[in-house]
C-alpha cells in the first residue's frame, strides 16, 4: 500500500508501527478534487465528516461583522482539515481552497475509533494539534501588536516550518499561491499596507520574490529579528503511551489525593 499523507506527516515525528500505519491508510476514504477558490466547507454548515490534504492548499475563515474575514490558519499536504467543527456538529469555519487541491474524507466516527484501537497515534494527534493550536494563538495575538513587516515576516515564516514537517521542504524557498488579499486577512492587513510590508522585507535583502517563489536568505536572522519560534519542527513524543492495545493500559489505581 502506498503511504497516506496523514502517515507520512506523523512519521516525521514518531517511528510508527506496521498497525499504526495501516490503522491511518484505512482511515482515509473518498477522494475529492476542488479548484482554487472552491468553497469545501461553509461556516455554520452541517458536518459529519473530517478531511486530510493530499495535494494543495487550502485555509480556515471567519466572516466578521463589517463584512471582511479573519483567516485562522492555512493547511497543507497532511493535514486534517475542519477539526475546528470536530466538538460540533456544524462548521465553525469556512474551509476553501487556495490552489487545485485533492482531499481525503474521513468519517467523524472513524477517527474517533482510532483514538481507542491506537492511543498511541490519538496522543500524537493532540501533540500535533497543541502545536498548532499555540503558533496560531501567537500569530494572531501579534495582529494586534505589531507592524505590518512584523506580521508578513511572522506568516512566511511560520509557512515555510510548516512546509518543512508537512512536504518535506528542504531549503528556504517556496511557492506562495496566496494573493495579497489573503496575506492582509490572515495578519489583519489592507493590501496597500500588505504590498508595502513585502517591499520593506526585500529592501532588507533577508527575503526575496520572484513571482509566486518566497525564498528568504537568512532564516535565523529574520526569526530573531521579528521574534519567531518554530512551533511545529519538533514535537516531543517522550510522554506518549506505549504501542498496543488499551488493554495494554495501566490500571492501577491512582494515589489518594492529599487533604489540605
Known sequence: MHDSPLET???RHLALTYAERDAL???ERRERAFRAGDIVVEEGAEIDKLYVVAS???HGSVRLKDGGRQILRFYFVGDITTTFSIAWGYSAATLRAVSNATLLEIPKPAFGRLFRSHPRLGALLYAVGASEQVSMAERLTS???TDGFTRIATLL????ARLRVVDGLNGSSF???LTQQDLGDAVGLTKTHVSR???????TGLVERT???IRINDVDRLAAMVDFTDRHGEIATDWLPPTGTPDDVDHSPAPERAHM
Open 211 to 213: 513571482g509566486r517563489i
Open 175 to 177: 511557492e506562495l499561491p
Open 25 to 27: 491508510r484505512r482511515l
Open 9 to 11: 506527516r506523523l512519521s
Open 157 to 160: 515564516l511560520d509557512i515555510r
Open 143 to 145: 495582529v494586534g501588536r
Open 56 to 58: 494543495g492548499w487550502l
Open 197 to 203: 510590508s513585502l517591499k520593506a522585507l526585500t529592501e
